[in-house]
């Protein structure tokens, strides 16, 4: 007998296979941010997002300053030696230059002092040398060198954080830099996790023959964390309906949305299909992507909840893919498509056309290698990995050296 082919669980014919671009398209435009805000200090608001665009309270810099420890004068200087009399006064940063220049001399004026009036070139202090109360030096210099202009780098009431945007330490400084000192930001988004299956144990507990650890669960919980979300543990639940729906109840009220894990599919033993599909509101999702099975979308007392499969390598995948930009909207975050680079190839592959593929992957010196199985239970392959090759829902095959799409984790927000 010859072996099954790895793709004889080729989509069906006739069946429609949602691309995974389009399913995107319809998370981006049907979801909204579904958590209030509040104001918070600058300093304390790292990774939080922003709701409402912020605006500079004054230009950065606030004044044409200088960018060097120096000598600042009027004008630009030819080829040649030049000499200037030093006035006997001092610019340090802060002070706030009153006094007037005259042309023709110079004055000591340090890094991020304003330029006085009359000053817009500065000669860094290295290549004069003073003597007699004289500055002297080699030209060229160009006019307005070691300067500043007022508002290079922002003007006031320029956007400096768009409603929308997790904000990082940078954003911190500028904000910072720039007056503001609290932000509105949106409230944590509360993601609760369950895991469904009578087969699963908590990692560390006697199993029986049969059974298996609950993987998903910390993975899930952890990747929420990582995408700035706050990670509710809701615990696992066997494959019962009523306690299935128990839980999901008690959970209303404490989460935003819900991430859960088995039992999306269309079976018997599918229990969080079958109660989504109850409410009415449950869209299975059939996209063309592997790996991934079905899921469950739909909300529950309208708490969106995610069905994820129950295979780890599935349920990470679609979480990346789907989840994590779903969530951030549903966060108050912008759309943010994952952003990934082309390397070559260190692997071959041939792909069937008409679904998108993830390998799991990672970068070795300037090539992308592809973890050796693609078998979807292999969560050592996950571990292995620094990120995903993305093969587009139209290629073929993949030869060692062509540019492929890899994206590091953090490409996905995590
Ligand atoms: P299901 O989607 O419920 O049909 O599960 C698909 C596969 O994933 C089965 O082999 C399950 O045993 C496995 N699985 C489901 N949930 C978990 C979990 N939390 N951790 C590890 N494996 C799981
Ligand atoms: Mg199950």
């Not at 992957?361 to 300037?366: C, F, K, L, Q, V």
């Not at 078998?375 to 571990?383: D, F, P, Q």
Request: net charge negative; charged share 20%.
């Amino acid at each position: 007998m010859p072996p099954l082919r790895n793709d004889c669980f080729a989509l069906p014919p006739g069946v429609h296979w949602t691309p995974v671009d389009e399913a995107l398209d319809m998370l981006r435009s049907r979801l909204r941010a579904v958590v209030g805000q509040e104001d918070v200090a600058v300093p304390d608001a790292l990774g939080r997002i922003v709701a409402r665009d912020v605006m500079a309270t004054r230009a950065h810099p606030p004044l044409a300053n200088t960018a060097v420890d120096g000598y600042g004068f009027a004008g630009g200087r030819g080829d040649g030696p030049h000499e200037l009399p030093l006035l006997d006064a001092d610019m340090p940063a802060g002070a706030v230059p009153d006094q007037s220049v005259p042309a023709g001399t110079a004055v000591r004026i340090l890094t991020g002092a304003a330029l006085p009036p009359g000053v817009d070139t500065v000669i860094l202090q290295e290549d004069v040398t003073v003597e007699a109360g004289q500055v002297r030096f080699e030209g060229p210099l160009k006019q307005g060198a070691n300067t500043r202009a007022a508002g290079e780098d922002v003007v006031a009431g320029a956007v400096v954080a768009p409603a929308g945007r997790r904000l990082t330490p940078a954003d911190l400084a500028l904000l910072s830099a720039v007056g503001v000192g609290r932000v509105a930001v949106r409230h944590s988004l509360r993601v609760g996790v369950l895991s469904t299956g009578d087969e699963l144990v908590q990692p560390g507990a006697e199993a029986r023959p049969g059974q298996i650890f609950d993987a998903n669960r910390p993975m899930l919980r952890a990747l929420i964390a990582q995408l700035g979300h706050v990670a509710v543990d809701l615990g696992h639940v066997c494959d019962d309906r009523a306690a299935l729906a128990a839980v999901l109840d008690r959970a209303v009220g404490e989460v935003d949305a819900i991430l859960t894990s088995g039992g999306a599919s269309a079976g018997d033993h599918d229990h969080v299909s079958a109660l989504l599909n109850d409410t009415g509101t449950m869209q299975m999702w059939r996209v063309a992507i592997k790996p991934g099975r079905p899921l469950a979308l739909g909300l529950w007392q309208g708490v969106p909840v995610f069905g994820l499969p129950g295979n780890p390598v599935a349920a990470m995948v679609c979480t990346l893919i789907f989840g994590a930009p779903a969530l951030s909207v549903l966060a108050g975050a912008a759309w943010r498509a994952p952003q990934g680079f082309a390397v070559p190839a260190a692997f071959t592959k041939r792909k069937k056309a008409g679904r998108r593929e993830y390998l799991r992957a990672r970068i070795r010196d300037g090539r992308v290698e592809a973890f050796a199985s693609e078998g979807s239970g292999r969560i050592s392959g996950l571990s292995w990995a620094e990120g995903l090759v993305e093969l587009p829902d139209a290629a073929g095959e993949v030869s060692v050296g062509d540019l492929v799409r890899f994206i590091p984790w953090g490409g996905f927000g995590a």
